[in-house]
């Protein structure tokens, strides 16, 4: 018996090696013996030669140093495939041979990637417009709450504006300003979905991002394209065996580059000298900033599922994001589902359904106050013991920063819900009919409850001051808007012989519509469960609403041309209505033409073997905004006016208090661009030149109108404004031959631009930035400036003694600052009549930078790989609004202050004296906004195939990463990076501090 056994388990043991093949080879450089190293070989299942009705294996390797690899394969295993990035992926099809030698093909020309330009997609190599665009997988790398942060520095022409806190939308500009009043967002594009905001969206699930910069790649939107479209594709599954992945990043975050405060020590001599007073040194001192600020976690997990057939395709995704903030009481919470399903009914007819739902759950904190407060406490007040608060309102009319904020309990919610479904039908091959329609629903709501607390011995280490809220209050506002979009297209596909015709015609509708509700009261009790607007005094109650709604409605077209892959041209027209704007000018026409030139495939060039590909480009076109209040053409009457016939008693009533234009129009920009494109080396030197003017006219600007007619303000709200930017743009990446397990990248990009008003046309000056403390602009947007150029006094340094305060004087001999005395700034008597006043104010330049650029580096060795992000701007301004706040002697100033400021005999020029703050806005708070920062750094590890399959996985990887990992900035404030409107922009109040996150974290599939 046992030799039976043993004479069978022989014969399976021979058949089953039998069975097995082993298959090896070499994988080359197609033209040359180089061996490439590390390109990824994966086994499949299935018989035939379609690829498509193969199931991939756990199976697989990589090429050794010298570009050989060896496969066993079972019997059912009958193909495997080869990728390398830069080259043409290959697939094998196993038959009796078992030898393979594989020549990989450089993808030299790069005419099969394809970008996403709007209702379509079009090859690389046809595109005439300006375009950038950014792979999903280069912004997932980096811990940041929206993909649009992640976007920062890796597109030339793309300025992204960060404020870092939790739950905030970056401001995206493209290509300079071009407007001053109406709306300045970027228009994103979801999966045909139009929205201002991506914060819903999991960065995870983005496939690419797909930027049309210049006005012959946006007009095809019409109104929406006037500040630039960010056209995002999100992920979809593939025919084959289920693939499941798990992401997760887990990083602890903190403050940077904070501003060192003067101690109890340093604060005592200082004010001592402003006021002539000796102030007490208690023997401590209180850091604020430490108080109110701390480490934080933040947290992210995604879980996605992805696979189908050849009828049905599927991806579902899960996504989790926390951020813990920075900010004591602040906490962000968001929570991702995602499905897209793609189904195959037949040869002609396709459809899917793609949804997007979003949860928000964001703890808020009262910074804006309590910022503000931190910088200007005393550091000689104990900041809370056992309970209680320090007093700094009863020391120096200023409101104790914890207190600020663990006195008021503000929580945001948010529900938002993205849906798309398509259509598409091709009933012959050159025709593709598709309708899709979208819509988005959010619903937001906010409630605000400040505690009741007074300024006595339960609340205060001391009782006194100013600092109370003897009545409890709660605030509730929720806000809901829906808007549907329904596009509908015919796409026309043909090539004869050299030419290939490309015909888009269309329709779009929008609809948008808005409601929001906010109520007020008092004395509402402190218990969380009762926090309802019902519980509080009636008699208190304050309540509002608002709400719009606007439709568009448009016809488009787009014709492609190419002849013989050498010359190309496209042309667009769109036609678009607003309700936004008054019936006489609703619509608006918005074309667009570009032509490109390859002359890499002119005969002349075919012979240079370093030139790969050489285009030249050149577009121009028209596009429109309409972004203006619903009613901004609309004369509406105010109620409760009163008004007293013949001297008698007043009457209640109505009037028109508001004079309205009725003929406003379209904002409109007109684009010039020219390009070229470049490849060396078989593209591993790629990049292009880019130089454009873009004019925005007819721009929305208030205009004087004299009292007599009636209006309240006496201004009137019109198209008169015109804004120019010009600019040159630079991008280019190396990619570097693998050799011997080590290969590196390096990219970089960097825009040019000059931004000014050519025209307000009898528009009145827009005077912003106020902040206070008598300081109630501090920018003009005027002609021949930038859009929010800071408008303030020159100082020309610090009087030095008493005799040089009688000197300044005018020609006449009258004392120019005769109030002043040594310590003084000395300020520019700009038009000459020996006063100092707002007509002696100068421009010294705005935030818009005149250059911003990224740069990128990576290196792969082995199974490690290496990254490297850079991002900076420079030659703009910034303005140090918290250092302007100082409205007292008490208010604490800044270590750097209280050293090198001006005393007696030190010739200082560019620091007062101890003063007691109220300064006028001059240059001394206008600061360089020049900063460089390593935006982040990554390292991680791709596990070895043969832990990977022991492990039953088909890929994994282990990280760390830093975002923002040092900044160097010529700035004394917290942060160079201030966003805000155009008009206000570049002002530090109370901004949220700038941290730095380190993190790591693992990504594996199944």
Known sequence: MRKVIFTISFFVLVLSLHAQRTVTGRIVESGTNDGVIGASIMVYKGQGTDIKTYVPTLKGTVTDIDGKYELSLEPDENAFTITYVGFVSQTIFVTAESTYNIGLKADTKLLEEVVVVGYGTQRKVDVTGATSSVKGAELAKQPVLTATQALQGKAAGVQIISSGEPGSSPIVRVRGVSSAIAGTATLFVVDGILTDDISNINTNDIVSMDILKDASSTAIYGARGANGVIIITTKKGASGAMTINYNTTVGYKNATDLVQMANSSEYANYVGQATGNSVTNPGFSTDWYDQILRGAWYQSHGLSLSGGSDKMTYFLSGGYIEDQGIVIDNKFRRLNLRTNLDFKINKMVKTGIITNFSNINNKTVNLGTAYNNAYRAAPIIQAKENGRYGNTSSYQNVGNPILDIENNNARSYGNRIQATGYLEVKPLDWITLRSSMGGELVSYSDKNYNYRFLNDEVTFLTAGGNQL?????????????????????????????????????????????????????????????????????????????????????????????????????????????????????????????GAGWVLTNESFLKDVNYLDNLKLRASWGKVGNDRVPTDAFVVTLEPNQNYPFGGGLAVPGSAITQIKDPNLKWEITEELDFGLDFGFLKNRLTGEIGYYTKTAKDLLINVNVPSVVGDADGLVLTNAASIKNTGLEIAANYRSVAKKNFSYSIGGNATFNKNKVIGLNGGQPILDGGI????????????????????????????????????????????????????????????????????????????????YYGANFTVSYRNFDFSLDLYGNAGNQVYNGKKAFRQQAEDNIEKDVAYNRWSRGSGIQDEPGANSGNQPASTYFVESGDFIRINNVSLSYNLPQQMIERLKMSSARVFITSQNLFTLKKYSGFTAELPGDPTRSGIELNAYPTSRTIGGGINVSF
């Open 772 to 851: 206070g403390a008598g300081q109630q602009y501090t920018t003009k947007t005027d002609n021949g400036q930038e859009v929010g150029s800071f408008y303030v006094l020159q100082v020309l340094g610090v009087f030095q003694t008493d005799e040089e305060v009688l000197a300044y004087t005018t020609t006449d001999g009258k004392a120019i600052q005769p109030a002043s005395i040594a310590g003084d700034f000395k300020y520019q008597d700009t038009n000459g009549d020996g006063v100092i006043d707002d007509l002696d104010r100068v421009f010294v330049g705005s935030y818009q930078p005149k250059v």
């Open 469 to 593: 809220n003897p009545k409890s209050n709660l605030s509730v506002f929720k806000d809901n808007y829906f808007r549907w979009v329904w596009d509908n297209t015919v796409t026309f596909n043909k090539k004869i012989d050299a030419h290939t015709f490309t015909l888009l015609v269309g329709s779009t509708a929008e609809e948008y519509t808005a409601e929001n509700i906010r109520a007020f009261r008092q004395d509402v009790p402190a218990d969380k469960n009762l926090w309802y607007i019902g519980t509080g005094d009636a008699n208190t109650s304050t309540n509002g609403g608002g709400g719009e709604k606007w439709t568009r409605s448009a016809y488009l077209s787009r014709l492609n041309y190419n002849f013989d892959d050498r010359f190309l041209f496209t042309g667009t027209m769109r036609y678009d209505g607003s309700s936004r704007l008054s019936k006489d000018n609703r619509w608006g026409f918005f074309p667009s033409v």
